[in-house]
C-alpha cells in the first residue's frame, strides 16, 4: 500500500482524494510546527511513498541555522519524492530560496497538485 506523507495545511481534498483512492496519509512535521511526525525521523520502514506540502513548511526561520536541505534530508537519503506546492509565478523565486535542494523536489502549482501526486505514485 502507498503512503503520503504531508505538511500541515495541505489541502484537505487532495488528502481526501488520496485516501478514497486507498492511499494511506501521514501527518508530518517540519520540527517547529509541532504537527505530525517530526519529517526528520523517518525511516525506510514508514514505507512513505512521497511527501507533500507547501513551500514555506521547508524553509527554516532566518534566525536559524539550518536550510531547507536540513528539513528534507531524510526525503532525499531515503529517496522519498517530494512535492512542494508554490505558486507556478513564483517556482523561479522558489528554486533560489530552496538552494541546492531544488534540483531534488518538484515544484507543482496547487491546481496541477493531485495529478502530479498521481503521476509519481503511479
Do not use: W
Amino acid at each position: 500500500m502507498k503512503k503520503v506523507g504531508y505538511f500541515e495545511g495541505t489541502d484537505p481534498m487532495i488528502l481526501t482524494t488520496l485516501a478514497a483512492e486507498g492511499i494511506d496519509t501521514l501527518p508530518l512535521g517540519n520540527g517547529e510546527d509541532g504537527y505530525g511526525k517530526y519529517i526528520g525521523h523517518i525511516t525506510k520502514g514508514d514505507n512513505i511513498s512521497l511527501v507533500v506540502g507547501y513551500l514555506h513548511k521547508v524553509i527554516p526561520l532566518a534566525e536559524m541555522a539550518a536550510k531547507p536541505s536540513d528539513i528534507l534530508y531524510s526525503c532525499m537519503v531515503h529517496k522519498i519524492p517530494v512535492v512542494l506546492l508554490v505558486p507556478k509565478q513564483f517556482h523561479e523565486k522558489a528554486k533560489k530560496v530552496l538552494g541546492n535542494v531544488a534540483e531534488k523536489v518538484r515544484l507543482v502549482d496547487s491546481n496541477n497538485a493531485l495529478d502530479e501526486i498521481m503521476k509519481i505514485l503511479g
